[in-house]
């Protein structure tokens, strides 16, 4: 099965930025579509930006001209490049994957373990 790892979480002062990582390790796989998401506190989960391998994307309004998600298929790696952060980007962020097996039919999916964002002075 691929799973997904996570980084670049941590605690930031309003208008800074971060970038997080997420790789996926596994044999034999090529990864479709990427989707970050995040959970802040007392708050559902929810889409932040996703990509897909034919180069679309797409954002939630709220991060909308400072977040910017990236892809390198060579590192099986996804990016989100976070600026101008604000308390309320203030969550727990997951990746999200979805893959196929090389030759074979059908897509599976798997999550990231998540990783903190803190915005605060």
């Known amino acids: 099965q691929v799973q997904l790892v996570e980084s670049g979480g941590g605690l930031v002062q309003p208008g800074g930025s971060l970038r997080l990582s997420c790789a996926a390790s596994?044999?034999?796989?090529?990864?479709?579509?990427w989707t970050w998401y995040r959970q802040g506190p007392g708050k559902q989960r929810e889409l932040v930006a996703a990509t897909t391998s034919g180069g679309s994307e797409n954002y939630a309004d709220s991060v909308k001209g400072r977040f910017t998600i990236s892809r390198d298929n060579a590192k099986n790696t996804v990016y989100l490049q976070m600026d101008s952060l604000k308390p309320e980007d203030t969550a727990v962020y997951y990746c999200?994957?979805?893959?196929?097996?090389?030759?074979?039919?059908?897509?599976?999916?798997?999550w990231g373990q998540g990783t903190q964002v803190t915005v605060s002075s």
């Open positions: 999200y994957a979805r893959y196929s097996y090389n030759g074979r039919a059908g897509y599976s999916t798997t």
């Open positions: 596994g044999s034999h796989f090529s990864i479709n579509a």
